[in-house]
């Protein structure tokens, strides 16, 4: 396998530091807490996609896991809590406002930020990316692993969007359903982790010159990091969404007796 071109640095690089210039001086009416949340994931989405995380992660399946969990589990919600979409729709600039509220209404962003076919895309992408040929081409192959680390954004961004609270949504999603599908998202997550650390033969090609025993020991490390770690975030999600639902529901009573 040969090594990460430099131009993926650089093209993971500009959109980052365009999307913080953007938020950052047009995010004034969003609260600290999630101007916070979505620097952080910003800022985590640079470690893991530039720089030495990224090389590294090319010749070694553990780093490439890290780099799995931190975009579709971590990343992804930090961003969404950030509330990108409730920005846009309230910018500065009348361009960028009149852009996302329509979008927001359209039959497409109805059917992209509907929970169902988020949490279909988002276990498409973790069962094609680690159970598939594509799964093997991103071990050999650079551009191909690259690929798969937009896919693990997108993934997540189109699956938490309708789950977190934040941003407008062209569809009312009921709390319990939230909760319910990040619980039921639990399973799959954890079991791709379980599966990676209890196998006994590879899932994919080795990179060159590393020896079998090292290539299991690499993949078995990698598949305990996603079980262990799997459960953990996911906990912090379901708390959060939990939290949100019994606000709703001590709303929802407040109001009944006014």
Known sequence: MGSLNIAWDLAFTGPIALVGWWYFTDSRAISKWRQVSFGF??????????????????????????????????????????????????????RVRSLAQRFIETGFARGLFNPHFGFLIFLFVLIATHFSPLANAGMRNPNVHCLELILFLIGGLIYYYPVMK?????V??????????????MLPETMVGFFLYSGNRLLHDLPDGMAMGRGLNDQHTGGAIMWAMGMLIDTVWIVLAARDWFENERELAEAEDE
């Open 172 to 185: 009312f999603v009921p709390y319990s359903t939230r909760a319910l599908s990040l619980f039921a998202m």
């Open 166 to 170: 934040g941003n407008p949504t062209p």
């Open 41 to 94: 994931g910003l800022a985590l989405a640079a470690v893991v996609l530039v720089g030495p995380v990224a090389h590294a992660a090319i010749h070694t399946f553990w780093i490439h896991m890290v780099q799995h969990i931190l975009l579709m589990m971590v990343i992804s919600p930090l961003l969404v809590l950030g509330a990108p979409m409730a920005v846009a729709c309230q910018s500065r600039y009348p």
